[in-house]
């Protein structure tokens, strides 16, 4: 219960990983500062929801490759405004993907079932569902380690360790080490990503103080006098910060894009333009294949490698060549993926003598 929680100066919290994504990015080779500004847009292709209802934060930047922390608006109000009901104000937030330690040259894994998830630098992690009682290695860490640049040379375990390791590291080409002390969650350093930036920047506990030395008859008159005039600010600032982001998204986007003669919907073709210098860059979908899979293995679980006959991605689409007993069971695989945000489509159906023969196609969203 949130009313037994200590009071203290200050508190920190700690989400679960699958309420925070991570999303890797290449900025335009040009007007860097400019482009950082509008993050939401430049990475919409990873995301489910809509840019302007997602807090995106900067996780790490080197040059022009950054790598953004994302996770849903609405979440992370109705979390602060419950904690602030009993009087908490938390001056950071951060979730415990970037808890586990690493360690040099490998990657951090926490077994926990459907709630596992990976480590694999300061500043980036991934979800995934472990059944350590099963001797193939989990699809997504199968997936993760071909696609990773820096590949690790070992990946240290914290929670319940795999029964079949020594069968999970010939596959996988990487050794697998029972961690010594399983108090992850107690880091000795604190990751230098921090949720409560921008909109829910911490207030600097002027509301705790007001709570704690004022009347309560004061402090009441004064939250709700705080909450009407807040409410007419805040429609007031929010109709003004609407305005000026469309107008600053365009002359953004005119600055970016000088070749740009009709600007219809900015951020759109914002979107459109910068896939194409990612194209030109030889980062075709880099930056969103690990937030896609995760999703999908997410909405429909791992694939079986007797069903699973091959997988592409390009150019924003993830491609299952798959065997399916029927096509109702084609279906509802697709209905999974339908109705957790996701675009699926069947395409190419055969029948053969093991089933039916079938590509599934997965894109984020319509666009």
Excluded at 91 to 107: A, H, K, N, Q
Excluded at 220 to 229: E, F, I, K, N
Excluded at 340 to 359: C, D, F, N, P
Aim: aromatic share 6%; charged share 15%; glycine share 4%.
């Amino acid at each position: 219960m949130l009313t037994e929680l200590p009071q203290c100066d200050e508190t920190e919290v700690v989400i679960t990983a699958s309420m925070v994504g991570f999303i890797a990015a290449q900025l335009p080779s040009n007007n860097h500062s400019k482009v950082l500004n509008a993050l939401p847009f430049l990475v919409e292709a990873g995301l489910i929801s809509a840019p302007e209802e997602t807090h995106v934060v900067l996780a790490s930047q080197i040059d022009a490759q950054v790598t953004v922390a994302v996770i849903q608006k609405k979440w992370i109000k109705r979390l602060l405004d419950q904690l602030a009901s009993v009087e908490i104000f938390p001056i950071r937030m951060f979730p415990e993907t970037l808890l586990p330690p690493l360690v040099e040259d490998g990657w951090s894994m926490v077994c926990q079932g459907e709630s596992s998830f990976v480590r694999v630098n300061a500043n980036q992690g991934f979800t995934l569902n472990v059944d350590v009682n099963h001797a193939e290695a989990p699809f997504v860490l199968t997936l993760a380690l071909t696609q990773a640049i820096h590949r690790p040379t070992s990946i240290m375990i914290y929670g319940e360790y795999p029964t079949f390791s020594s069968d999970w590291a010939k596959q996988l080409n990487v050794t697998f080490i029972n961690a010594s002390q399983q108090e992850w969650l107690i880091a000795n350093s604190k990751p230098s990503v921090n949720l409560l930036q921008g909109d829910f920047a911490p207030s600097g506990g002027i509301s705790r103080k007001l709570v704690a030395f004022k009347p309560l008859s004061i402090t009441l008159a004064c939250l709700l006098a705080l909450q009407v005039g807040f409410s007419l600010v805040d429609y007031a600032i929010n109709a003004h910060k609407n305005r000026q982001l469309d107008q600053e998204m365009v002359a953004q986007f005119k600055a970016t894009f000088p070749n740009a003669i009709t600007v219809v919907d900015a951020p759109l073709q914002m979107q459109r333009n910068l896939d194409e210098l990612k194209h030109g860059l030889g980062q075709n979908g880099q930056s969103d294949f690990l937030p896609l899979l995760s999703l999908v293995t997410t909405s429909i679980g791992g694939i079986s490698s007797e069903r699973l006959r091959s997988m592409e991605y390009q150019n924003g689409k993830l491609i299952f060549n798959i065997t399916m007993p029927d096509i109702e069971q084609a279906q509802a695989m697709q209905q999974r993926l339908i109705a957790s945000g996701l675009m699926a489509a069947i395409e190419k159906q055969q029948a053969t003598s093991q089933g039916l023969e079938l590509q599934l196609v997965i894109t984020a969203s319509a666009s």
